[in-house]
T-cell receptor, first 118, second 109 residues
Framework: GAVVSQHPSWVICKSGTSVKIECRSL??????MFWYRQFPKQSLMLMAT?????????EQGVEKDKFLINHASLTLSTLTVTSAHPEDSSFYIC??????????????FGPGTRLTVL | GQNIDQPTEMTATEGAIVQINCTYQ??????LFWYQQHAGEAPTFLSY????GLEEKGRFSSFLSRSKGYSYLLLKELQMKDSASYLC??????????FGAGTTVTVRA
């Protein structure tokens, strides 16, 4: 159990367009999901915490109007990169916390989405 | 605030042992994770320590000292497939993970 999927696995888009990335918990309900960004040869940086039924909490320096997060159900969170620019090209990874897991701190990671903005 | 430090790179020979150290300064510390990440892939869970001491899982062991803000990951009987980046991550009471920059381990034949 505790499988998290992401779609798409990779996407190439033109500068100025918007891209939506989906994160799904396949076999559990996730009240909290997290979105990370990872640039080449760097570590994961937390962008925001997505809470089902309420507004996302963004980390300092992350523009909430550029990175729109929606957590409409207990199994789906979406990240929309609006007006994407080449500097937004990165590896975006989501994770989900399973509140019923014996280890309540563990997060289960999706496979990641590689975004390339031309 | 969060501050996680770990070495950038380590190289070892197949069959050897390597120890990756991690120091942290984390507000509301609630545990320490180790993840393995291959290039272009998401991190995979290796271990989780919340209490002081050593946790052993096959070839991998992880140690935590909360009083010293210190952890290490021990990889024994290294195999070529163990070449990867190893991420130390501290979790706070709000379930947020703060990652270190990662240690790239290269295993040579």
């Amino acid at each position: 159990g505790a499988v998290v999927s992401q779609h798409p696995s990779w996407v190439i888009c033109k500068s100025g367009t918007s891209v939506k990335i989906e994160c799904r918990s396949l076999d559990f309900q996730a009240t909290t999901m997290f979105w990370y960004r990872q640039f080449p040869k760097q570590s994961l940086m937390l962008m925001a915490t997505s809470n089902e039924g309420s507004k996302a909490t963004y980390e300092q320096g992350v523009e909430k109007d550029k990175f729109l997060i929606n957590h409409a159900s207990l199994t789906l969170s979406t990240l929309t990169v609006t007006s994407a620019h080449p500097e937004d090209s990165s590896f975006y990874i989501c994770s989900a916390r399973n509140p019923t897991s014996g280890d309540y701190n563990e997060q289960f990671f999706g496979p990641g989405t590689r975004l390339t903005v031309l | 605030g969060q501050n996680i430090d770990q070495p950038t790179e380590m190289t070892a020979t197949e069959g050897a042992i390597v120890q990756i150290n991690c120091t942290y300064q984390t507000s509301g510390f609630n545990g320490l994770f180790w993840y393995q990440q291959h290039a272009g892939e998401a991190p995979t869970f290796l271990s989780y320590n919340v209490l002081d001491g050593l946790e052993e899982k096959g070839r991998f062991s992880s140690f935590l000292s909360r009083s010293k803000g210190y952890s290490y990951l021990l990889l024994k009987e290294l195999q070529m497939k163990d070449s990867a980046s190893y991420l130390c991550a501290a979790v706070a009471g709000d379930y947020k993970l703060s990652f270190g920059a990662g240690t790239t381990v290269t295993v040579r034949a």
